[in-house]
């Protein structure tokens, strides 16, 4: 199972980030290999992050998209909350 | 890398892994799988035990793809040059690339998917993106200042305010 290029894959992994964090205010994945399928950036803003630190925001992200992952080259990530 | 290239790779064993010094620098930061097992070779470089004391090793411990003298890895140089940036030279970095027990152990002893990861007194702290968030927030000056170690960012706001 590979993971699509371009644009299929950031839907498809923005879809799952929309499952799991149901609360989030915005969601925005860009792929980052060139429409390759192997890197992305996640962006993900929700109130579920409130009062945790970045390290567990981004563990909540890394269980998420855990299957995803390991088909992937690499990933970063970008955590917040919406203000107040 | 596809996944059928990767699931020839694990056919070969991790004896061939082994002794593969380099991977293209445009590989990044590894996601799991590599090594494909969930178990990181009981009692072997990768168990808890012997994870457990290399993140103990040092005040500040990295797990990399290459060396700080060569990383081999985008995200692996930026927290060695973010580090440099502070002037934290001495510390502990173990090249994962070397030892495939380790890159699967150290992936399950954090729970944390990717390459590479950075200890802060024994303390998982985060990979590439949470390191640099750290150093653009000012909170990588603080948490070095706890272990005992001075920043040298701190010396170079100094030196800018005398001017």
């Known amino acids: 199972r590979s993971l699509s290029s371009g644009s299929e894959g950031e839907s498809r992994l923005a879809r799952v980030l929309r499952e799991r964090f149901p609360r989030a205010s915005s969601i925005r994945v860009v792929d980052i290999s060139g429409g390759c399928g192997a890197m992305y950036e996640v962006h993900v803003e929700s109130e579920e992050f409130r009062d945790k630190r970045t390290v567990q925001q981004h563990q909540m992200v890394n269980q998420a998209l855990s299957e995803e992952i390991k088909h992937m080259h690499g990933l970063r990530i970008f955590t917040s909350t919406p203000k107040p | ?163």
């Open chain 2, 1 to 163: 890398m596809s996944a059928a290239l990767r699931a020839g790779w694990r056919r070969l064993g991790a004896a061939a892994l082994r002794g593969r010094a380099g991977r293209p620098l445009s590989q990044g930061q590894a996601a799991a799988g590599d090594s494909g097992g969930a178990e990181g070779g009981g009692g072997g470089s990768g168990s808890r035990e012997a994870v457990e004391r290399l993140v103990r090793e040092h005040p500040v411990v990295v797990f990399m793809k290459g060396s700080p003298a060569q990383p081999l890895c985008g995200f692996s140089n930026a927290v060695v040059q973010i580090l440099r940036l502070h002037g934290v030279e001495d510390y502990r970095a173990h090249d994962v690339l070397q030892d495939p027990d380790l890159r699967q152990g150290i992936k399950n002893y954090s729970n944390w998917p990717t390459i590479p990861q950075v200890y802060l007194n024994g303390e998982f702290v985060g990979g590439c993106d949470i390191l640099l968030q750290m150093h653009q927030n000012g909170d990588l000056v603080e948490e070095l200042k706890k272990l005992g170690i001075r920043s040298a960012l701190l010396d170079a706001e100094k030196d800018q305010e005398k001017k």
